[in-house]
Nanobody, 127 residues
Framework: QVQLVESGGGLVQAGESLRLSCEASIGTFITYPMGWFRQAPGKGREFVAGISWNGGTTDYADSVKDRFTISKGNAKIPVYLQMNSLKPEDTAIYFC????????????????????WGQGTQVTVFS
């Protein structure tokens, strides 16, 4: 079964950092564009960051620019999200996603662009 599994979430104080990982069940994900989304309590899912298949192009939500960094990894863990200077408003469940498009150089910011999703990892930031 094709799966994405996020890890690295946790409870941190404002100003601290976390690094999220997204582990894939098959190696093909390293050739796909990928993204991170989040969903806060009572809110819809929102785009956080996206990356092209080779990592050459990235995009970020304005709310996380200059604090978060998305990067490509390897076949086992194809995407990471480094989160620095965390704020209480970053509290959410974070999901990784993959678009089934081999060697696609695009970056995608809408959830309907992605076919594969993980179950999410909780990030809680307290002040």
């Amino acid at each position: 079964q094709v799966q994405l599994v996020e890890s690295g979430g946790g409870l941190v104080q404002a100003g601290e950092s976390l690094r999220l990982s997204c582990e894939a069940s098959i190696g093909t994900f390293i050739t796909y564009p990928m993204g991170w989304f989040r969903q806060a309590p009572g809110k819809g899912r929102e785009f956080v960051a996206g990356i092209s298949w080779n990592g050459g192009t990235t995009d970020y939500a304005d709310s996380v620019k200059d604090r978060f960094t998305i990067s490509k990894g390897n076949a086992k863990i194809p995407v990471y999200l480094q989160m620095n200077s965390l704020k209480p408003e970053d509290t959410a469940i974070y999901f990784c996603a993959a678009r089934r498009a081999i060697f696609d150089g695009g970056v995608y910011s809408h959830d309907y662009d992605y076919e594969y999703w993980g179950q999410g990892t909780q990030v809680t930031v307290f002040s």
